[in-house]
Structure formats: C-alpha cells, structure tokens
C-alpha cells in the first residue's frame, strides 16, 4: 500500500471504553465515513485515505474532521453538502473556509 497524500481524520468521540458518547458522533459522523470512503472512490480521489478518530477536543466546534499533512482542522459541519464542499477544496488544493478551525 501506497502512504496516502492526504488523510481525513474524522471524529467520532470513541472514549477509552469504546462508547461513542461525544458531540462528533451524536451529529452523526459515523455515517459520514461510508459517504466520504464512496465519495473519494467516486471522484477518483487516488492517495486519499479516510480513518475514524477518537475524541479530537474540539467538542465546542465539533464535528469536527482533520486533514493532514495539511493540518488543517474542519468544524460545524452538517451533512453531505458540507463534506462535498471541504472534498471540493481538497481536489482544489485550497481550504474550505467556511468550515475552518483557526
């Protein structure tokens, strides 16, 4: 395997127990994984990896999602739409900063 040139790091709260409790998961980011994972096939989107994180501390801003290398930090998203749009930017190499954590 290829290491990727960008990684989506999604939070999905998982606590030390393995219980989704945080505010990422109750948002609904668990279900955004398959439609990033299809997304990123469907664009062609070669070298683009998607992993579920726990807890990434941001609960105030949350969901929350990380791109890295770029370490750029995504947050208040709220569904397909803003996941197409932050994927936009990636095929774009720019930022998507509506959704930007500074």
Not at 18 to 28: S, T
Not at 29 to 39: C, K, Q, R, S
Request: charged fraction near 25%.
């Amino acid at each position: 395997m290829e290491k990727p040139n960008k990684h989506l790091l999604v939070c999905c709260s998982f606590r030390a127990s393995g219980e989704p409790q945080g505010v990422c998961y109750k948002k609904g980011t668990g279900d955004w994984l398959g439609y990033l994972e299809n997304e990123i096939v469907d664009r062609g989107m070669d070298g683009v990896l998607v992993s579920s994180t726990g807890c990434l501390k941001v609960c105030d801003r949350g969901p929350a999602m990380v791109i890295y290398p770029d370490n750029i930090w995504y947050g208040g998203m709220s569904g397909e739409d803003d996941l197409d749009a932050i994927l936009d930017a990636i095929e774009d190499d720019e930022v998507a900063e509506d959704f930007l954590i500074s």
